[in-house]
């Protein structure tokens, strides 16, 4: 039987293995309390209730040889994030997006905002321009400098 303590430990644990995605985590105390959680390949045997589901990236569109939309696509400029994080495109669930396709951004507006170690940090445009492509999903883990957002500069 776990003693209050190792319960705490391993609620922590639990919490943590479920919000940074690992697959595997053990963790040993020289007090001789020892957690070992492992994911299985393709659901994880948790309580669905108590931890959200992975996000998921949308599969990549297939290539098309287009010359024409890679020249139009070189004069757009990318929003990139400025860290790892979780993307959200709202403030919150069921709130319109900061920004969607055609709309006009000016530097510094709020584009969407990233989740990082339970803190949310507002993403600044850094420049301006006409969105054209929203390329990262709400809700996906995004890597510094990936690109958020194609603008048309105006």
């Known amino acids: 039987m776990f003693s209050p303590e190792e319960f ?3 609620r922590q644990l639990l919490e943590l293995f479920g919000s940074n995605k ?4 053990i963790v040993s105390e020289n007090g001789g309390f020892t957690v070992a959680i492992v994911a299985e390949p393709e659901e994880a045997a948790t309580d669905h209730r108590s931890l959200p589901p992975p ?3 949308p599969a990549p569109p297939q290539a098309q ?3 024409a939309v890679s020249a139009a696509k070189s004069s757009l400029k990318s929003l ?7 993307f959200y495109a709202a403030g919150a669930p069921g709130d319109p997006p900061f920004v969607n396709v055609v709309d006009v951004v000016m530097v ?4 969407g905002l990233i989740e990082a170690m339970k803190v949310f940090s507002e993403i600044p445009a850094e420049a ?3 969105v054209v492509e929203i390329v990262a999903a709400s809700g996906v883990l995004v890597q510094q400098s990936e690109p958020l957002f194609r603008i048309e500069p105006v």
């Open 8 to 10: 705490e430990k391993t």
């Open 22 to 25: 690992l697959s595997e985590l």
């Open 55 to 57: 996000p998921t990236r």
């Open 65 to 67: 040889s287009k010359p």
């Open 80 to 86: 990139n994030s400025p860290m790892v994080g979780i």
């Open 108 to 111: 510094g507006q709020t584009i």
């Open 128 to 130: 301006s321009g006409r």
